[in-house]
């Protein structure tokens, strides 16, 4: 049956919508006629149905455990098992049918022994998988290739293999009922559940570009973003047992340095961090100096991408110490890094310096990316630092076209971004505007939606400066979500920032002060420092508003919208001023 995919920001009248959750109610209702869907159980409910994957069996025997146990209880229950999926005094079902386990175990019993065998090697993937995946990774002597396909759609036509056209291709499944059922025979099999495992571990580091073509880790989005996406499960689980359950810290840290740029990419920052985290404290007394140095330069890429350059100074200055004096190319990179991270704390001599020597060494190994890299960087301390714009565009043009030569969308998109700014801030905002549509469509290609939500803000607000108000909010509703999503310092201080300045001229010069303060307060509590081309651009505006109320009422505005926290600030502030015109239209 249909259930919600996630579980968050779903009304309980809105997840009644969906079959599985209305039979669970209706079921649950027949044992406790009290019982409803509402806001404090409707995750659980959900959560539940998803992990029953919607079978009817199941979701009715799960409600039926309403009269004993909270949604929350029986929801952590069946975390840990089917045990709980009892008919209990339900005399009258099938012997087969009294738990889910039995009604999984019966029909499993069933098969024959090759079958069995096929789907117990297959619970060893997560998510969906295509046929080449299982035969590759689930295959044993003697058994061919065209016979494992046989066994596979003999387990489909007995519905324990689930066919899944959700990404536009042939992909398998299996239920999770299904799996936690098998999965757990696999592992009373320790010898070759690690054999799987291990070639679990070869696919997911072909897969993730473990060949060592390029020197940053990065594989082209283009290539090998969306397999990385439907493979992602697998990608944890050889994660975990590598790293988590040392089987193999150092394979595992290869992934990790990898897979860096894909959860920039995506946004899931948070999760980078802790998986590089949990492997850096794995590896760090025995990994060899250069795998050393390349997890220390993967924390760094995602720490500044988080817009921690706390952090990410750090783990620059460890991957520095990490890496043999011959590994040029990383050493360019690092400082590549390094640099960024010193303008956007606004120790801009310091970051002149790095980003120069990374230019340097790059040039002189021809190493094309890294100068890219080192050009669009150090275009930003010359343009946004120093109003040397036009010496900052001839360094982004020189890196866009050798970002578009090596087909880096994802770096080309960003650059492009950097061009616009460049623009905006020396006052050419059409030219602006165009290179910040062709970023933004860079991004919505790449899948890039962190990125995306950055630069519709921005281009919002080049059409605010143009006078195209209800472009600009349009633009700034859409980039709103993405940016709270993907929450990372310097995209939400500028989102507010852009949304005050809407504010400002839609009249409402009093959330326009209070947006300031939150933007203020903001940056404060991430030691961000504004480079001084960027703090001129901001000072006009907030002069304006001073303006318009007086300074005692700017700063009483201002001072409360600097308590606010960004969630705050976006509930009590953004939200309202991106919707003023709809509200002037009821």
């Given at each position: ?157 007995k519905s324990l293999v689930i066919v899944d056209f959700s990404t536009g291709d042939v992909r398998y499944r299996l239920l999770q009922s299904t799996r936690d059922l098998v999965s757990a025979e696999l592992a009373q099999h320790g010898d070759e559940r690690n ?71 995506r946004g899931q920052l948070e999760e980078g961090a802790l998986w590089l985290e949990r492997t850096i404290a794995s590896c760090r007394e025995a990994a060899e100096q250069v795998l050393m140095g390349d997890l220390y330069r993967a924390r760094a890429l995602v ?102 030569e090596l087909r880096d969308s994802p770096s080309l998109g960003r650059t492009l971004g950097i061009l616009g700014e460049n623009c905006a801030l020396s006052g050419a905002l059409s030219t602006a505007v165009a290179y910040s549509e062709r970023s933004a469509a ?145």
């Open positions: 049956l249909g259930h919600p995919q996630a579980t968050s920001a779903i009304a309980p009248e809105a997840a009644l919508k969906y079959p599985a959750v209305e039979m669970f109610a209706d079921r649950a209702r027949a044992v406790h006629p009290w019982f409803s869907v509402d806001e404090k159980n409707v995750g659980a409910v959900i959560s539940i149905c998803q992990r029953l994957d919607g079978i009817p069996l199941a979701i009715e025997l799960a409600a039926s455990r309403a009269r004993t146990f909270d949604m929350n209880t029986l929801d952590r229950r069946l975390q840990r098992s089917f045990e709980d999926l009892s008919a209990g005094s339900n005399r009258l079902a099938p012997a087969r049918h009294r738990t889910m386990l039995d009604a999984i175990s019966w029909s499993v019993k069933l098969l024959a022994d090759d079958e069995h065998r096929l789907l117990r090697r297959l619970s060893i993937l997560g998510g969906s998988w295509t046929a080449e995946t299982a035969t590759s990774v689930c295959a044993w002597a003697p058994a061919t290739d065209a016979s494992l396909r046989q066994l596979l759609t003999q387990l489909v036509d054999a799987l495992m291990r070639k679990l571990y070869l696919y997911v580091a072909g897969l993730t570009g473990g060949d060592g073509r390029h020197d940053d880790g990065y594989v082209p989005a283009e290539d090998h973003g969306q397999q990385i996406d439907n493979n992602y499960e697998n990608i944890v689980e050889v994660l975990r047992w590598c790293v988590t359950d040392r089987h193999d810290v150092a394979g595992g840290a290869q992934i990790v340095t990898r897979i860096a740029r894909h959860w920039i990419e720490a500044t991408y988080s817009s921690d350059f706390e952090r990410t100074i750090l783990a620059c200055r460890r991957a520095l110490s990490a890496y043999p004096i011959e590994q040029q190319a990383r050493l360019a990179h690092v400082r590549s890094i390094l640099g960024y991270a010193l303008c956007a704390r606004g120790q801009l001599e310091q970051a002149e310096i790095e980003l120069n020597r990374s230019l340097e060494i790059s040039e002189k190994i021809d190493d094309r990316r890294g100068i890219a890299r080192a050009c669009g960087a150090l275009a930003i301390v010359l343009g946004a630092g120093r109003s040397e714009f036009a010496a900052a565009e001839l360094l982004l043009e020189r890196a866009i076209a050798i970002f578009r860079i991004h919505r290609q790449t899948k890039n939606d962190a990125a995306l939500g950055q630069e519709l803000s921005y281009q919002g607000h080049y059409m605010a400066l143009l006078g195209r108000v209800e472009e600009a909010r349009e633009l700034l509703s859409r980039a709103a979500p993405m940016v709270v999503a993907y929450f990372s310092a310097l995209p939400a201080i500028a989102l507010l920032d852009h949304v005050a300045f809407l504010a400002l001229l839609s009249g409402q010069s009093t959330d326009a002060a209070s947006l300031f303060g939150a933007s203020y307060g903001l940056e404060t509590l991430h030691h961000v420092t504004r480079l001084p081309a960027i703090v001129q651009h901001w000072e006009v505006h907030r002069a304006a508003v001073q303006s318009v109320l007086g300074e005692p009422a700017y700063r009483v505005a201002w001072n409360r919208g600097r308590q606010h926290s960004f969630e705050e600030a976006v509930s009590l502030l953004v939200t309202p001023v991106l919707h003023a015109a709809d509200r002037a239209n009821v």
